[in-house]
Nanobody, 118 residues
């Protein structure tokens, strides 16, 4: 049973920094990608930062230069360091693993609130 547990997040003022972490357990399939998404209530979700299967980090245009995704050597834990935060970064952040070869499946963390006050 794959489980993803998130921690971090919270409330910060504009320009501040926050970190998120996601610890995975029970992974016994090929990792196609791992990353962070965010979604505010009633809005479409978007990928914020992601590692491809080859380990290449990709970022959405809105967070490039401000956010950094990292992971441990075993791909069991990933982090998102968020700097220079803006009010528009306020969202619920979810970690995601896309697993499996023939029929890829998405697994999600429980979600962590990030609020940036102006």
């Amino acid at each position: 049973q794959v489980q993803l547990v998130e921690s971090g997040g919270g409330l910060v003022q504009t320009g501040g920094s926050l970190g998120l972490s996601c610890t995975a357990s029970g992974i016994d399939m090929k990792i196609n990608s791992m990353g962070w998404y965010r979604r505010a209530p009633g809005k479409e979700g978007e990928v914020v930062a992601q590692f491809t299967a080859g380990g290449v980090a990709r970022y959405s245009d809105g967070v490039k230069g401000r956010f950094t995704i990292s992971r441990d050597a075993h791909w069991n834990t990933m982090y998102l360091q968020m700097n220079s935060l803006k009010p528009e970064d306020s969202d619920v952040y979810y970690c995601n693993y896309n697993l499996g070869m023939l029929v890829p499946v998405d697994f999600w963390g429980q979600g962590t609130q990030v609020t940036v006050s102006s």
